[in-house]
């Protein structure tokens, strides 16, 4: 459905993406994700039109737009201000795009409002907030104007900018999941931007994460997390502890010693020294301290010559443990993510 081939963007002497070789399936609810500056957000304008690629080709179902304009590209586009125009209401709003059709391509008036009002249906808003000026809406409301303005004009594919990046954290939640089943009910292949690893964990069906320009992985939210292909992936995504060469030899099972080596918090696990145990791989640490998150717990363990975080999840079997206690960890090899030295 989308190809980069050997996509660059430079900008004077910054090369804002490097060498981009990504496919997208048509459908897809595709997110590019990645720190501030990684490039994510200009591979997505590049895709859209409004960035000229300085090497390489854009396709979007076979047909290469690397240098078509961005209104003959059959795209939507939502930015992370919304861009709404404050001078028109929110079905006018959501119209424009409608009213500025050209030749044949123009619907008549009665069609156009047809279509707003099940757009407006689509994304949850009531009919009572079409002739509402959008500066008597709340951020989330605002929200779903600009992706109603976009998918109006029935694009093949809708391109996202951190949407949500505004909004208070609970009304992010409800919004997202919200986000994907409208992209599931109007099957619009769906390109998302985000620095937020849990929005992309959650919301996608593949995710491609780039650093400094380059791509460095892409694959499904559960590759990503427990795969991760380099060390910087393994660090960006989520919280990791880093093994000290003492642990990974107490740990043994073949490890590599002298591998960047990482595991996840909720990976390991805390028992009593004495509790009976499936584990065949454990080490012994004591408590130093404990941060409460509500639906878990988060217990910082000196171990050998260094400190482990553990995850371990609120419910009533769950024991509290103090500092001071000492405690046993136990460890599944299998979930140590290694990076060789090159």
């Known amino acids: 459905m989308i190809r980069f081939e050997d996509v660059d963007v430079v900008f004077g002497e910054h090369r804002a993406v ?38 390489g080709r854009v396709l979007i179902a076979g047909r290469d737009v690397t240098r078509v304009p961005s209104e003959k590209r059959g795209v939507g586009m939502v930015f992370q201000n919304y861009a709404l125009f404050p001078s028109m209401n929110v079905r006018e709003n959501i119209a424009f795009g409608l009213t500025v059709q050209k030749g044949g ?30 500066s008597e809406l709340s951020g989330g409301q605002q929200q779903r104007v600009a ?9 093949r594919i809708l391109l996202l900018d951190e949407p949500l990046s505004n909004l208070d954290a609970k009304l992010r939640v409800q919004l997202r999941e919200q986000l994907k089943e409208l992209q599931h009910e109007v099957g619009v292949t769906t390109v998302y931007v985000t620095h937020d690893q849990e929005e992309a964990l959650t919301l996608s069906d593949r995710i491609a994460v780039l ?22 992936v393994c660090r960006f995504i989520g919280e990791n502890n880093r093994l000290t060469p003492a642990q990974l030899v107490s740990i043994g099972g073949g490890l590599d010693t002298t591998a960047e080596s990482y595991v996840r918090p909720e990976k390991l696990h805390l028992a009593a020294p004495d ?68």
């Not at 407006?120 to 079409?130: N, V, W």
């Not at 650093?211 to 910087?232: C, K, M, N, W």
Request: proline share 5%; aromatic share 6%; charged share 25%.
């Open 147 to 155: 992706i109603a303005r976009a998918l109006v004009l029935t694009p």
């Open 275 to 342: 509790a009976a145990s499936a584990a065949s791989t454990w080490l012994e640490g004591e408590i130093v301290g404990r941060t409460y998150h509500g639906s878990h717990s988060v217990y910082t363990v000196t171990v050998e010559d260094g400190m482990l975080r553990v995850s371990v999840p609120a419910g009533a079997s769950a024991r509290t443990w103090d500092a001071g206690d000492v405690v046993r960890v136990d460890v599944d090899p299998r979930w140590i993510l290694q990076y060789p030295a090159a």
């Open 18 to 55: 490097s060498h981009l070789d990504l496919e997208i399936q048509e459908g897809e609810f595709f997110t590019l994700l990645g720190p501030s500056g990684c490039g994510k957000t200009t591979a997505l304008r590049s895709l859209a039109g409004f960035v000229e690629p300085t090497g």
């Open 211 to 232: 650093d400094a320009g380059h791509l460095q992985q892409v694959g499904t939210p559960e590759e990503i997390y427990d795969r991760s292909a380099t060390p910087f």
């Open 105 to 134: 391509d123009r619907l008549s008036k009665a069609e156009q409002n047809r279509r707003v009002d099940e757009i407006a249906e689509r994304t949850g808003l009531a009919s009572g907030q079409l002739d509402k000026n959008v």
